[in-house]
């Protein structure tokens, strides 16, 4: 048998005459093994012409016989098995690499050597041979869609399947995407952190190992009873999933959040009953009540006031529910925590960065909440100004303008919202102002107690009158200095008015400076003698002793010992007063920013929606009470 007869005893076999082929009716197989007639076009292929030369000179080594013309072609059918192309898809506009996998068919084995063409839609690129089986080639960029994929020989008619390769639009990398997951995966961190301590066997207590008192039975039963609305949770969730009434995502968060709850009411219980407090801790120092927190769940609140647990528990930093909360800027959660009744005037432990540690204002404000840091600012000024009255260090009540007699949804937004920064930086103030006031007072005490134990009673009298009289003066300057400046900022409040006092001091500055060179000119000799004059008052001023002007104390060593404990009271009440201020500072920055205003409001809000659910809660549950005693 000739080499041609040989060729079509192979071609015959597989199905298929050379007269077929040589009509361009070329058939071929897909990856799914159904035979699909392939059409070649017309068109020239951007191939390789040395590869071409190639391949067409290996098949003459092969076939010496065949002659390749215009009208009938030699070449076989299908020697080449492609079973896998990686990856499936590339990007359309790069260069990419992509992995043809296959094999030769048993009676053309030698055609291995041979260098084939990957035919990639309307190109063709040298296939570059990386073992037995399996060819790389670099395919170019291409617009967007499927295209045909097949090896070939000269680049037009296919020896392997014809399989269809993908070109697909790449993906643009969105940064808010990439943001929201990261959220996504520290949420999830700090549900895995809450999960733990609750479920955790090491931080569970053994409560049938212990005797209990009626007391404790008696408040557990009562938290049992106004948290009964947990089990019903339950059924409401299996009826809400039972016809696809709630997304999936949805329904998965609810359950992880009704199983959370229920725990949480199992371990509070087990600390009611054995009368331990939240001393349960994690490897980073927080524990159930700052996570939760921090996690916005307002409603562990509720469970934590009922049970008479401290919502201003710290953990291993100082920082209580209220500081995480600010700090990540969860406004609800401040909102319930403040009408719980948690502290907003309470201080962080001190740091080297942080000496005199930090309010949770101020941690609102490190990380860009501004309307939320003058919110607590005013409340700590409040409540730091009620702890001294109290205390009996502060006379009267300070007057909070928390309504008004007009319509504050009549008025236009922008107008509400500087209503209620105004209303908030005068009782800011006012709080600061007599909360430095005592301060002040009882710098007095201190010093008047120290000099009567120190000094003799008759210098002690004129020393202690010399004090109230400085004492007075201060207080007299800063009265009027607060009436000058309330007087100027009337004055300035127009525009017109601003503009005719600036021409006005103008042109008095130029009166003021003409008149000036006349003087200086006609009278430098006085001028030289009063600046000797001033020269030798000041280092006669310099040379003298500190203190009150002509009032010393004698004993050394006496006012050494006083000047210890004034040293250490001096520097606490200087942290103190630091904090007065900048909590002022931070109430007067809203009025430089609409989006603090804007802020302050919706929290005013809130802390007021948030009052009317706990007196909503209330009322329930004292009803509940009254329907069980009867």
């Known amino acids: 048998m000739n080499p041609n007869e040989h060729i079509n005893h192979n071609v015959s076999g597989n199905g298929v005459s050379l007269d077929t082929l040589g009509n361009g009716g070329l058939q071929s197989q897909d990856s799914f093994g159904m035979w699909v007639n392939h059409i070649m076009s017309d068109s020239p292929c951007s191939v390789d012409e040395s590869a071409v030369e190639s391949s067409v000179s290996s098949i003459h080594e092969s076939y010496p016989s065949l002659v390749v013309d215009d009208k009938q072609t030699a070449l076989p059918e299908q020697v080449f098995n492609l079973t896998d192309v990686s990856p499936a898809w590339v990007p359309s506009t790069e260069n990419s ?32 041979c990386v073992q037995a089986g399996v060819y790389r080639c670099w395919v170019p960029p291409h617009s967007p869609g499927f295209v045909n994929l097949y090896l070939s020989f000269d680049g037009h008619k296919p020896i392997s399947q014809v399989v269809n390769f993908e070109y697909r639009t790449p993906i643009l990398h969105d940064p808010a995407a990439s943001m929201e997951a990261n959220d996504n995966w520290d949420k999830f961190q700090f549900q895995m952190r809450l999960a733990y301590l609750l479920f955790n066997k090491e931080n569970s207590l053994d409560v049938f190992s212990c005797t209990v008192s009626p007391n404790r039975l008696k408040e557990a039963r009562n938290f049992a009873t106004r948290t009964s609305f947990i089990s019903s949770s339950w059924q409401y969730l299996m009826k809400s999933t039972q016809y696809n009434r709630i997304p999936y995502t949805q329904a998965k968060e609810d359950l992880f959040g009704i199983s959370i709850r229920s725990r949480l009411k199992e371990w509070i219980l087990e600390r009611i009953i054995l009368g331990c407090k939240t001393n349960a801790y994690d490897e980073q120092g927080q524990s159930v009540i700052h996570l939760c927190a921090i996690l916005d769940y307002t409603w562990a609140v509720s469970l934590f006031s009922w049970s008479g647990l401290s919502l201003d528990f710290r953990d291993k930093f100082g920082w209580t529910a209220l500081h995480w909360a600010a700090y990540y800027g969860r406004e609800k959660m401040v909102a319930t925590l403040l009408s719980a009744g948690a502290k907003p005037n309470l201080v962080t432990d001190p ?280």
């Not at 000094?455 to 009265?479: D, G, L």
């Not at 430098?524 to 002509?550: D, N």
């Not at 404990?565 to 001096?570: D, G, L």
């Open 97 to 128: 690499k992509i992995l043809v996998t296959g094999f030769f068919l048993k009676d053309h084995p030698h055609l291995s050597k041979s260098n084939l063409l990957c035919v990639c839609g309307d190109v063709s690129i040298p296939a570059e």
């Open 351 to 630: 740091t080297p960065q942080n000496p005199a540690g930090q309010h949770a204002s101020d941690l609102a404000y490190m990380n860009g909440y501004d309307g939320l840091a003058g919110y607590l600012s005013e409340k700590a000024l409040v409540e730091q100004f009620n702890d001294m009255s109290l205390a009996g260090n502060i006379s009267g009540q300070l007057e909070t303008s928390t309504t008004d007699q007009a319509d504050p949804e009549n008025l236009p937004e922008d107008q509400r919202y500087l209503k209620d920064t105004l209303a908030a930086y005068r009782t800011a103030a006012e709080a600061a102002a007599r909360i430095q006031a005592a301060f002040r007072e009882h710098s007095l005490k201190l010093q008047t107690e120290t000099i009567e134990l120190l000094t003799p009673e008759a210098e002690a009298r004129k020393i202690v009158a010399a004090m109230k009289i400085q004492h007075a003066f201060r207080n007299f300057e800063s009265r009027k200095m607060m009436k000058a400046a309330a007087r100027i900022q009337y004055t300035f409040r127009t525009w017109k008015i601003r503009r005719e006092f600036l021409n006005m001091r103008q042109q008095a500055i130029k009166i003021q400076a003409a008149f000036r060179c006349f003087q200086v000119r006609k009278h430098y000799r006085k001028i030289l003698w009063s600046v000797g004059v001033v020269e030798k008052a000041l280092l006669r001023w310099r040379l003298k002793r500190k203190g009150l002007r002509g009032l010393h104390v004698n004993t050394a060593d006496q006012k050494q010992e006083g000047d210890g404990e004034e040293e250490f009271f001096r520097i606490g009440r200087k942290q103190a007063e630091e904090r007065v201020e900048r909590s002022v500072v931070r109430v007067q920055a809203m009025f430089r920013s609409k989006k603090a205003q804007q802020d302050y409001s919706r929290m005013k809000v809130a802390l007021n929606q948030a009052n009317l659910d706990r007196e909503y809660e209330e009322f329930f549950h004292t009803e509940d009470n009254m329907e069980i005693n009867t």
